[in-house]
């Protein structure tokens, strides 16, 4: 399996007591931790398991989509 970099978005969560961590082009791809480093290494798992799932049901595997900010910024500094 190809090793796809995805973005991950982390947020505090008053409600759960902890942090809710999000694979946004990875629909439903979310995990949960204690600390915001927990839920870090939770998102990581389940990208894996993720992808590891949709290729074992034959489903299209989304590209992860570069930011533009991000690609500006890295063009400028090669």
Known sequence: ?????????????QEDEGYIA??????????????????????????DLWLEIAKKEGREIPRPVEKELLKAFMDRLR
């Open 22 to 47: 999000l694979a946004p082009e990875l629909p439903g791809c979310s995990a949960f931790g204690e600390t915001e480093e927990e839920a870090l290494k939770e998102i990581k798992i389940a990208i």
């Open 1 to 13: 399996m190809e090793n796809y970099k995805y973005s991950i978005e982390i947020f505090h969560s």
